[in-house]
């Protein structure tokens, strides 16, 4: 019986991609799985609208996203990175085909606040139908986080919570954040099995997470719900999985170590 994945790779991480990463997938698909990738883009969309003389301005860490902006970002997402991406997965004898989540209305979503970030939206509703049909035939799906609304008007979506509605959707039973690094450490840069929400917060708070890395397990603990009980931080730089065990960090909810 195969079960799903969902990888979300952010927008750096697609350039740094490994060989031994690109093996787990084999492993996964070999073992019957069916895998999914969303991925982000802000780096690149953020270097083509300094190429273009573009304004952008952030609001509580997200984008304020413009029709300017929004034009920019659905050709980085859906074009340039979509593509390169699904074009590796190829030359790695992997079958792959880019999407969009504004594609047959995969992804539906809302404004957030229009007011305060323009065309930035929340998904509201997932329609698994492309996704399903194309991983039942053996192809990986890879989708740019790009919505369409009631009325068909296209909203940015931030790619974390883009993949974690489409993981929560086809009901997978991993959701793994593909980042440059094989999971948390601790003081002692010794990889963390297990984390909770909390224990994250307090390891940020002993400055043992800096940098980089907090909005990265920020993130991947904000996807948790009742549904996504675990969530991986695992390494786009190595093999992930190794003897048919997932290699990284896992971060479940308080609930879930209380049980």
Not at 105 to 131: C, P
Not at 205 to 228: F, H, R, Y
């Amino acid at each position: 019986m195969s079960k799903t994945v969902v990888l979300k790779c952010g927008g750096s991480t697609v350039n740094q991609l490994s060989e031994s990463f690109f093996q787990s997938l084999h492993a996964l698909v070999e073992n019957n799985w069916k895998v999914m990738i969303v991925h982000g883009g802000g780096p690149d969309i953020t270097n083509m609208l300094k190429a273009l003389n573009i304004e952008t301005e952030f609001v509580g860490g997200q984008r304020k996203t413009t029709e300017a902006v929004l034009a920019v970002a659905e050709m980085v997402l859906a074009g340039k990175i979509n593509k390169q991406l699904t074009n590796l997965l190829q030359q790695k004898e992997l079958k792959a085909i880019g999407i969009s989540g504004s594609d047959g209305r995969t992804l539906q979503a809302d404004y957030l606040n229009k007011e305060t970030l323009g065309l930035v939206g929340k998904v509201t509703t997932v329609d698994t139908s492309i996704v399903s049909l194309l991983m039942e035939n053996g192809y990986i799906p890879v989708m740019a986080p790009l919505a369409r609304t009631v009325t068909n008007e296209t909203l940015n979506v931030n790619a974390d919570l883009a993949a974690a509605a489409i993981a929560y959707a086809l009901g997978a039973e991993k959701f793994l954040f593909v980042t440059d690094v094989p999971g948390i450490l601790d003081g002692e840069k010794q990889l963390i099995d297990k984390i909770t929400p909390s224990e994250i917060e307090t390891l940020i708070n002993n400055e043992v997470i800096t940098g980089g890395m907090i909005p990265k397990v920020q993130s991947a603990a904000a996807t948790l719900s009742d549904v996504c009980k675990e969530v991986m931080i695992v390494s786009g730089q190595q093999a992930f999985i190794e003897d048919d065990q997932f290699k990284g960090t896992k971060i479940v909810s308080e609930k879930e170590v209380l049980s």
